[in-house]
Nanobody, 125 residues
């Protein structure tokens, strides 16, 4: 079973940057599947942030377009999320997620069966 471990969260001021990482273990191959980042703020539903597919195709939520960049290093089995121009509304727990069929044109959490434990991002004004 794939194990996903996020890191890189922290506290920053508005306008700052953070880079999240998600390392995959247990025989997983990034290049074959679809990976995604989601986030969840207190009292709110989990929302999709970005996905990246086997061909490198990326999908972003409108709220992060132009500010966040999703990428992956297949050799290291690691997924990244570069977050720039952070806003207080970006605050939340960030999760990486995985599905095995390579379909990446979705930002619905129910479409991803495998999840990490999350890393907290806090943006202060």
């Amino acid at each position: 079973q794939v194990q996903l471990v996020e890191s890189g969260g922290g506290s920053v001021q508005a306008g700052g940057s953070l880079k999240l990482s998600c390392a995959a273990y247990s025989g997983y191959t990034y290049s074959a599947d679809c990976m995604a980042w989601f986030r969840q703020a207190p009292g709110k539903e989990r929302e999709g942030v970005a996905t990246i597919g086997r061909s490198g195709t990326q999908v972003y939520a409108n709220s992060v377009k132009g500010r966040f960049t999703i990428s992956q290093d297949n050799a290291k089995n690691t997924l990244y999320l570069q977050m720039n121009s952070l806003k207080p509304e970006d605050t939340g727990m960030y999760y990486c997620a995985h599905r095995t069929d390579g379909f990446c044109y979705t930002l619905y959490s129910t479409d991803f069966p495998y999840w990490g434990q999350g890393t907290q991002v806090t943006v202060s004004s």
